[in-house]
């Protein structure tokens, strides 16, 4: 079947070939950061100020505003410390602002009940109900979301908040209330500040260590959890032993307990029950949404086994290198590892023109145009991008796929062209120099790399695709290949647009490096049977591997698809 086409054709193509997808984000700029956070100092101080009992209202109102300005000025100005990357997408920072005035808004009618009940009976209320009201607060919902959604610094951000803000709303609530002095208000704030800085101090660090794959793993969460409850019974003890009119009994102190552990294990399930809401409000995907796709068993998974098997392969060393170099670094391994896999899937439309899946050493590129060449592996980017829409999957992994060769140039058939340029100068004999080759045509539509996981899933493609080519894949040319490919991207400013640092760069290579050396290791040659048994030995250093169905050039990583 003849698959060449004519020369305008491919400049059409090419020239209308794909480009990603735009992330169905919020605005981005100052203008929604703005609009975002006057409706979280609105929503916040209208939640901290109606149960409150403090006077004069004006006062009280005005502290409650400046409050919650400067806690507002913190979270920005901590986010652009941390993430500069992630400061001005409005939808981080609407989803945090949201997690912290949802908190608010459960915390709000729970201060107003038990404080209207304790002002109407007075001591004739258990004071249990009020000094385990630090701990029945809702401390875990947004730490432990955000933690699953945004990261554990957006996780720590937001306890942080909640602690200071749940503190305010507790003081304010019990201010000039019948039975409890300013003493006593004062230090159940201070409890309730304790239990939310070792929530943030806990949770996500242990979201982060922990293997979180499915929604039941979140409740094993409340377990260590459980650390911050005690820390505020440590203050609530000390709170008791100030307090004249109050001496706990031991039961009551068991019935602590049993609330701490209810609590924290209500709270989890909450998260459980309605993190897949947040994640489709605002186009977010958790690590253990990304945990499904991972599953060999889908159905894009299922046909690369069977229609791209060398494909299936490749990616299957790919995220393997990728999620340790991302690991390394503190990138996200899962997102690596699962956006590894489904890189290649637009190989599937034709999974012939690309190398790993040649058999019996028939390559079309052979009597292909050098255009027509680079058209198919430069459109299985778009065609992976459709796959990805067609089959539904996560916008992280879109991003990823339409990243991963960013805008690099396919110096095989560049090459190729000129010289078919050069024959075609010379067959026609009238003296005339070359044709030009326009550049622009032989390289991918990009974007380039805009994440830390899409630059380190970059480099792992093409240089797990470029270490087949090697005719002696020791360690030392292994390393030589990596730092030249890196090199090469580097100055090629495919990482122009990628937060990776210089120094996490030489941590990335090293470590694809050390993950190349261990997959192309060498075995040792066993005997054929006892009579000619000599003692096993390495691979001889001159044994030369099968030939690849493509020659590599100088940027062999883009000609693993010919």
């Known amino acids: 079947m003849d698959i060449s086409i004519s020369k305008f054709r491919q400049k059409r193509i090419l020239q209308r070939s794909a480009t990603p997808e735009p992330h169905p984000s919020f605005r981005r700029g100052p203008g929604p950061t703005i609009i975002y956070t006057i409706l979280f100092v609105l929503l916040a ?8 009992a403090a006077t004069p209202w004006p006062v009280a109102l005005g502290l409650v505003v400046a409050l919650v300005l400067l806690c507002a000025g913190c979270l920005l100005e901590s986010l652009r410390s941390l993430h500069p990357e992630k400061t001005h997408r409005s939808t981080h920072l609407c989803l945090l602002y949201t997690m912290v005035v949802v908190a608010l808004l459960i915390g709000a009618p729970l201060c107003y009940l038990v404080r209207s009940t304790f002002g109407e009976k007075g001591g004739d209320l258990p004071m249990l109900l009020v000094y385990c009201l630090p701990i029945l607060l809702p401390h875990l919902i947004a730490p432990v979301s955000l933690s699953l959604l945004l990261g554990p610094v957006f996780g720590t951000l937001s306890g942080i ?11 304010l609530c019990f201010y000039n209330c019948k039975g409890l002095d300013e003493k006593t208000v004062l230090l159940l704030g201070i409890a309730t500040l304790v239990t939310g800085l070792v929530t943030a101090a806990v949770v996500p660090r242990c979201i982060r260590c922990g293997n979180i794959r499915r929604p039941a793993h979140v409740v094993k969460i409340s377990l260590v ?11 609530a003890g000390l709170l008791a032993e100030m307090l004249p009119n109050y001496s706990p009994d031991s039961w009551e102190w068991f019935a602590a307990v049993a609330i701490a552990v209810v609590s924290c294990f209500f709270q989890t399930i909450v998260v459980a029950g309605t993190l897949f809401i947040f994640e489709h409000i605002f186009a977010l995907t958790s690590d253990i949404r990304l945990q499904n796709f991972a599953d060999l068993s889908e159905p894009l998974m299922v046909r690369l086994a069977a229609e791209a098997p060398g494909t299936l392969s490749h990616s299957s060393s790919v995220s393997t290198i990728a999620a340790k170099a991302a690991d390394c670094i503190g990138a996200n391994p899962i997102l690596a590892r699962v956006g590894a896999y489904y890189h290649d899937i637009g190989k599937l439309v034709k999974p012939a023109m690309f190398s790993e899946n040649q058999v019996g050493g028939v390559n079309p590129h052979d009597t292909l145009p050098a255009a027509t060449s680079a058209m198919w592996l430069r459109n299985h980017v778009k065609d992976g991008l459709a796959f990805a829409k067609e089959y539904n999957l996560p916008i992280p992994i879109r991003k990823l796929i339409a990243e991963h060769h960013g805008t690099t140039l396919m110096a095989f058939f560049y090459h190729k062209a000129k010289q078919e340029a050069k024959a075609a100068a010379e067959a026609a004999d009238d003296g005339r120099s070359p044709a030009p080759v326009e550049e622009g045509l032989y390289r991918y539509s990009g974007p380039k790399p805009s994440s830390k996981e899409a630059g380190i899933l970059m480099l792992a493609d093409s240089v797990e695709a470029a270490a087949r080519s090697l005719d002696k894949p020791t360690p030392q040319a292994i390393e030589s290949l990596v730092t030249d490919i890196f090199q090469k991207k580097l100055l090629d400013g495919q990482f122009d647009e990628c937060p990776l640092s210089m120094a996490e760069l030489v941590q990335v290579r090293t470590s694809i490096a050390t993950s190349l050396i261990s997959i192309l290791h060498t075995r040792v040659v066993y005997p054929k049977d006892d009579a000619d048994a000599k003692p096993a030995a390495e691979v001889p250093a001159d044994a030369k591997p099968e030939e690849p169905a493509s020659p590599p050039d100088e940027t062999p990583d883009e000609n693993k698809g010919a």
């Open 225 to 235: 959890a459980l650390a911050a409850p005690l820390a505020g019974f440590i203050v």
């Open 161 to 171: 908040a909640l602690a200071q803000l749940f503190s305010l709303q507790l003081c």
């Open 45 to 52: 101080s209208t939640l901290l100020f109606l149960p409150s």
